[in-house]
């Protein structure tokens, strides 16, 4: 790459203001956290092993909510401002070359487009540095970027420090620059901390680079609101809904139909195929992945599902880590909890649960069933009301059923059990032994029938 560029995630402080035991950026919005949102945008512009995040508040946590192998982390133990942030990670950093970007890790709403015009920016002129700023109605609380006279940056003036006619400046900083990295190592020792804060501000180094013979531009967003910081969890919530709203709109143009998008929940990270319907209320959460011609009915909920081509989920149905091959029908009202398999074109119908449980291509449980830990062969029918007893208080057994099987209605398999292929299972059975191919299982009290009996209690008195 002839520009390389490292990216920077300031992500060690706590967040007072959202009230809150966990660091701001383990904070979820969009379905998952705020860091991890931003580490999977600065991925489009430097590859894992140029991305690093400054940890410091909770940084075990910080760490773990990142879904992306080979990020670089930065200890920053005391949070003594935001150049100092940069700074802790002197020794891991100072040895690249190209530019250094740095962004928040509380800003998940930033595109990767955005971040990439201020690459270009940077890299197409000789400024030292390049920050995004925009025209705020209410810049307070924010940074006011100081021009000069041919209208470059000059300073940085934090709010606390910055006069009466520095205020009234409405171009605020977005705390997102992108650096001349020599130039920055070679200068960032000239920080300080004589500010009203007694911190190290990154935002000094505009001055700092000007006063040493260099340039700084500024690139202006036409609208703000995609560099905001989440403080609160009103913004959060605010934020939340945006990302939603920008997936679903993504979705919509990739060729999904969403009926009612207002009410549907879609975490960032799934992916759906074309024609697939998706229908109101419907969530559709974490690494779940969908395929095309699908329907995903109304109140249904697929958490880290895979399912293929043409499925069909049925309302309210709940779809946890399992794996659903095409044509296959669930629900309405099913529930398939982990580690399912469900072959081409099998049925799971109303009030079935399923529980690591491996169903055959055309098998079939249409109604009231519990199958857990089991194979179900292809083709295989199991009855209304049939439960597999895996449970036996200390282990969990397996129930395994050949193809073409018949397992009548309420039957109870109490396993470890093994029905071979083609055999039957007589309605109400509680089934204990091994049950051979092509053989009938009958385990229930036999019928009696007594003539007259009813009539007689009628009559009696
Ligand atoms: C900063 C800028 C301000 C800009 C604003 C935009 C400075 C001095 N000011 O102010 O010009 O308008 O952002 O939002 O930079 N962080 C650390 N370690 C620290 C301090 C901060 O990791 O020691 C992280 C925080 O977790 C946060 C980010 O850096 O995500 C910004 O820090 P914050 O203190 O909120 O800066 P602002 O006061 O908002
Ligand atoms: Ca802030």
């Known amino acids: ?138 810049p307070t609380g924010y940074g006011r970027v100081i021009r000069d006279a041919r209208g470059n940056v000059a300073e940085i003036v934090e709010q606390k420090a910055a006069t009466q006619e520095q205020l009234a400046i409405r171009e605020a900083n977005m705390g997102i620059y992108c650096f001349r990295a020599d130039l920055f190592w070679k200068h960032v020792g ?101 395929g095309e011609n699908c329907r995903i009915g109304a109140c249904s909920i697929l958490e880290n599902a895979t399912i293929k081509n043409g499925v069909e989920i049925g309302q309210f149905t709940l779809v946890g880590a399992s794996v659903l091959e095409d044509g296959v029908h669930a629900g309405p009202f099913a529930r398939l909890r982990m580690g399912n398999h469900v072959g081409a074109g099998a049925h799971i119908g109303n009030f079935v649960e399923l529980k690591k449980t491996k169903m055959g291509a055309g098998a079939k449980a249409n109604h009231l ?13 199991i009855g209304a009301g049939t439960i597999t007893c895996n449970y036996d208080g200390k282990l969990k057994n397996p129930t395994i059923i050949g193809e073409d099987a018949f397992i009548g209605s309420n039957s109870t398999l109490v396993a470890p059990l093994e029905i071979a292929k083609g055999s039957y299972v007589g309605a109400g059975s509680v089934i204990t032994k091994e049950v051979p191919e092509d053989a009938l299982a009958v385990g229930r009290a036999h019928q009696v029938v007594k003539e007259g009996w009813a009539k007689k209690r009628r009559e009696r008195k």
């Not at 809150?20 to 956290?33: D, F, T, Y």
């Not at 006063?211 to 939340?240: C, F, K, Q, S, Y």
């Not at 069933?369 to 029918?381: F, K, P, V």
């Open 190 to 290: 000239e920080l300080g901390t004589n500010n009203p804060a007694g911190e190290y501000y990154l935002t000094d180094m505009a001055a700092i680079l000007t006063r040493a013979g260099h340039t700084v531009e500024a690139l202006r967003m036409p609208d703000a609101r995609e560099a905001l910081g989440i403080n609160t969890r009103v913004e959060l919530a605010e934020v939340d809904g945006l990302l939603r709203g920008r997936k679903v709109r993504e979705l919509m143009l990739a060729g999904v139909t969403i009926e009612k998008p207002e009410t549907v929940t879609i975490d960032s990270d799934v992916r759906i195929g074309m024609d697939t319907i998706i229908e109101p209320f419907a969530q559709i959460l974490g690494t779940t992945t969908i």
């Open 369 to 381: 069933a519990y199958l857990g830990d089991s194979e179900i062969g292809a083709r295989t029918n």
């Open 1 to 138: 790459m002839a520009n390389p560029v490292t990216v920077v995630i300031l992500a060690a402080g706590l967040g007072t203001r959202m009230k809150s035991r966990r660091a701001k950026v383990l904070h979820r919005a969009g379905g998952k956290s705020l860091v991890d949102h931003v580490v999977h945008t600065a991925l489009s512009l430097a590859p894992a092993e140029r991305i690093f995040v400054v940890v410091g508040h909770q940084a075990a946590e910080v760490r773990a909510s990142i879904s992306t192998p080979g990020i670089g982390f930065i200890e920053q133990t005391e949070q003594k401002g935001t150049g100092h942030a940069v700074l802790s990670g002197r020794s891991q950093l100072a040895g690249l070359d190209g530019y250094l970007m740095v962004l928040y890790g509380d800003s998940p709403l930033l595109r990767a487009e955005t971040l990439q015009q201020l690459i270009d920016t940077e890299t197409g002129g000789s400024a030292a540095a390049t920050l995004l700023t925009a025209d705020m109605a209410d």
